[in-house]
């Protein structure tokens, strides 16, 4: 009978070690969540965090505002100079460009040259028509005027580039610093088991996935625009060289005059 009863308290011992363990190891897998990593963050890790979110913030606010404003840019730009070519009375096609909202470039550049053309005409025979003729002063109008627009086109892009590039190595330092303090809780316990490094592991693995889950979308929406801005340029100058025609000339190249 005494037999009996050892027998069945050890099979119950060992029965019950390996649930106690299992339990233990459940527990110490929950460390490695997001929420855990929040409560249990030091300094440096709660600032390479803020600076991911920062980060992260800054490329999507640009990415939204560029999405919105190439796409208004690109909806109006041929209606804008359509008009413009097909209105047969010149002040009628500037009055239309002055009526554009400030945010339209194609606009903007037609308005620079004809303010240009309009200038050199009022100053013939002045030093300004000696130094320079009416084709090469319009075609400076028209220079400056592309450089501006496009680079109000680039808006946000080296914001956008940057956080691409530099998010992974930012996460990483999250890492490399979790993992650092992985082997500060196996030194301090004398033990390597999941509960000593179940906690800065997680944090580790959480930062590389932060790190690039805000340089994945960057580095997408910055290699979109830079195709899109690409396309725009082309246009401004077709649009430009035309005008430059236009208002050197009186007549766009390959245009009949009546």
């Known amino acids: ?9 050890a099979a119950a011992a060992a029965t ?3 649930a106690g363990s299992a339990a233990s190891n459940a527990e110490s897998l929950q ?22 979110v920062i980060m992260s913030v800054g490329a999507w606010w640009y990415t939204i505002v560029n999405l919105i404003k190439n796409g ?27 009526e554009q909202k400030a945010n339209e470039p194609f606009s903007k550049i037609a308005l620079d040259c004809a303010q240009a053309a309009a200038h050199h005409q ?24 592309v450089t501006r627009e496009s680079a109000n086109l680039e808006n946000g892009l080296t914001w956008l580039a940057t956080v691409g ?5 930012v996460g990483l330092l999250g890492t490399v610093w979790g993992i650092y303090h992985a082997l500060l809780a196996i030194g301090e316990s004398g033990s390597s088991s999941i509960d000593a490094v179940a906690g800065p592991v997680g944090e580790a693995l959480i930062m590389t996935a932060i790190g690039l889950g805000v340089a994945i979308p960057a580095v997408l929406a910055y290699n979109y625009f830079v195709r899109v801005n690409r396309d725009t340029y082309a246009k401004f100058d077709t649009f430009a060289h035309d005008l430059h ?3 050197a000339t009186g007549s766009r190249v390959g ?3 009546r």
Request: charged share 25%.
């Open 1 to 9: 009978m005494l037999q009996d009863i050892l027998i069945t308290t």
């Open 16 to 18: 019950a070690a390996p």
């Open 31 to 52: 460390q490695l969540g997001f929420y855990h990593m929040l409560q249990n963050q030091d300094l440096i890790s709660r600032g390479v965090l803020i600076f991911l």
């Open 72 to 98: 208004v840019i690109r909806a109006r730009a041929d209606r804008v100079m359509r008009t413009f070519w097909e209105t047969p009375n010149a002040q009628d096609a500037i009055r239309f460009m002055e």
């Open 122 to 145: 009022r100053h013939e025979g002045s030093r300004l028509v000696e130094a320079l003729n009416r084709s090469e002063f319009i075609d400076r109008a028209l220079r400056q005027a």
């Open 165 to 169: 590039a530099t998010a992974p190595f």
């Open 245 to 247: 025609d236009f208002f």
């Open 255 to 257: 245009e009949i005059k």
